[in-house]
């Protein structure tokens, strides 16, 4: 059975690259472009991984609300936490919520692909 | 500018109808009323149901949700035949703290001469209901109009004692969980008779969803429940689709109940006989 990942990102050309990206890797892949629509999957699929952009542009930081709820619902699906920002105080923060990656952007989808095979194997 | 998410979800021309059969147990397994069921824009990660509420939930939109969905429900229920009944699922919350909605409802049963007679509201409680008397307010101007009344999820979450005696429903809408390998569960069964003898001290009717097996049917039969929805019997579908498959799941081969759609049979309680449609 193919893993399954859910990848939170409101930008709409990154939703389209990671998408094809990861299915073409073998994974079953979800994007969500909110939080409440992310949180909905959530409760209704199992996933191996989530990956989330710390700030979603028009929500503010609500990228960390997110991973705390991730957290809360699956303490063993993988977390990779994506940011293009320095901030190091959210980033303690999200560390603190036991994220198993950070990746700084911009980053290769191949990198981001190593980092998810590293995490949860390589598709079969 | 993109449309949000849930401003594409909440648009009636996005979402589709479908219906499935609730069949009187006896009477050769008459097609008594149909639930009309909503499903989210297609291509979309919300088109199945409970993600689609869930998601909608989470952004605290049910009032406005059930709106579109009544709009779209509206729509489709014009190709229903005329002599069945439609069950359409309504949040509390929307009934209790949207007090425009029973106006938003009679007004779109107008805009396509729809009677209200013809309606059943089920209820389902998610959330504490924020305002019980607009509630009782808002179940008081439905009935008067001939709208009937049932209680979704019973066993489940909110649909409690409360609800029931505060609701006074004319069906209680008994969950799946409670069908659910029936025969072989005796406390199973202590708990379904418990409401099936609660429900006949309230002159309510009991419908059992979600039956998976023919035994359990059986079985759910023997408790006197009179009224059944199943994937078994027939699964949801757009209502064309229904009508050709004549109300039966694929591959069934009972008798078709279109021969018997006809309101006037034998009626087995009195509250049975106030709920078919004139």
């Not at chain 1, 998810?116 to 079969?124: E, F, Q, R, S, T």
């Not at chain 2, 007004?107 to 059943?120: D, G, Q, V």
């Not at chain 2, 799946?176 to 569960?185: I, S, T």
Request: with cysteine.
């Amino acid at each position: 059975m193919k893993s399954r990942i859910l990848i939170l990102e409101d930008d709409d050309q990154l939703v389209r690259s990671y998408k094809e990206f990861f299915s073409d890797e073998g994974y079953e892949v979800d994007c969500a472009q909110e939080v409440e629509e992310a949180e909905a999957l959530l409760a209704h699929f199992p996933y191996s991984l989530v990956i989330t952009d710390l700030r979603l542009s028009k929500l503010g930081f609500s990228g960390l609300d997110f991973i705390k709820h991730v957290r809360q619902v699956s303490a063993q699906t993988r977390i990779i936490v994506l940011t293009g920002y320095s901030w190091p105080e959210i980033e303690a923060e999200a560390l603190a919520c036991k994220i198993d990656a950070f990746v700084k952007k911009p980053t290769q989808l191949q990198e981001l692909a190593d980092t998810i095979d590293m995490l949860i194997g390589v598709p079969a | 500018m993109k449309k949000s998410l849930i401003d594409i979800v909440l648009d009636p021309k996005k979402l589709s109808v479908v219906f499935q059969p609730i069949f009187r147990v006896e009477h050769q397994l008459e097609v008594y009323a149909l639930e009309a069921l909503v499903r989210g824009p297609a291509g979309t990660n919300i088109q199945r149901a409970d993600i689609l509420f869930d998601y909608v939930r989470r952004k605290k939109a049910e009032a406005e949700m059930d709106r579109s969905c009544l709009s779209a429900i509206c729509s489709a229920a014009l190709k229903v035949p005329s002599q069945l009944s439609i069950n359409v699922n309504v949040h509390a919350w929307t009934l209790g703290c949207s007090a425009e909605f029973v106006d938003f409802f009679f007004k779109k049963l107008r805009n396509y001469n729809l009677r209200p007679e013809r309606f059943t509201i089920e209820i389902v409680e998610h959330a504490p209901t924020c305002n019980v008397p607009e509630l009782m307010d808002s179940i008081a101007r439905l009935r008067d109009s001939g709208v009937s009344i049932a209680l979704d999820d019973v066993g489940l979450g909110q649909s409690n004692y409360r609800m029931m005696l505060d609701c006074d429903p004319d069906y209680f809408k008994l969950d799946a969980y409670f069908a659910r390998n029936l025969g072989a569960d005796a406390r199973r069964r202590a708990v379904v008779q418990s409401v099936v003898t609660l429900a006949d001290a309230m002159d309510t009717l009991v419908v059992a969803e979600g039956i998976e097996t023919p035994e359990d049917l059986v079985e759910v039969g023997r408790s006197g429940i009179e009224l059944v929805q199943a994937n078994i019997l027939c699964p949801a579908m757009p209502i064309g689709e229904l009508l050709v498959a004549g109300f039966r799941a694929p591959g069934s081969n009972r008798p078709g109940p279109m021969e018997v759609l006809a309101p006037e049979v034998k009626m087995s309680s009195t509250r049975l006989a106030k709920c078919v449609v004139p």
